[in-house]
């Protein structure tokens, strides 16, 4: 499975970015999707992930209210809606895809740059 990205940018404090991540190959295959982020000098943090089966969403603590992700199967693109954006959110936003084709596999998209100033 390859994943390619698109969406990122800079946007002033409060505004919203919508993060695509369109997955081709053998998409049939991948359970789940999600995007990490990782800062400058801090730790790779998992924003929020969903199923493929039954589209349970995970958030982490951080962004729970202020982001949605969603995925639109037919399709092979999943987003991260982000709103109410917050200088912390800066980092590089990177989608995966986990699944299982003969044997597990864990995919990654090259990352793309989210910039919020204050």
């Known amino acids: 499975v390859q994943l390619e990205e698109s969406g990122g940018g800079t946007v002033q404090t409060g505004g919203s970015l919508r993060l695509s991540c369109v997955a081709s190959?053998?998409?049939?295959?991948?359970?789940?999707m999600g995007w990490y982020r990782q800062a400058p000098g801090k730790q790779r943090e998992l924003v929020a992930s969903?199923?493929?089966?039954?589209?349970?969403?995970n958030y982490a603590a951080s962004v729970k209210g202020r982001f949605t992700i969603s995925r639109d199967n037919a399709k092979n693109t999943m987003l991260l809606q982000m709103n109410s954006l917050k200088p912390e959110d800066t980092a590089v936003y990177s989608c995966?895809?986990?699944?299982?084709?003969?044997?597990?596999?864990?995919?990654w998209g090259q990352g793309t740059q989210v910039t919020v100033s204050s």
């Open positions: 969903i199923t493929s089966s039954s589209g349970t969403t």
């Open positions: 995966y895809a986990e699944g299982y084709y003969y044997s597990h596999y864990l995919s």
């Open positions: 190959g053998s998409t049939s295959s991948i359970n789940a």
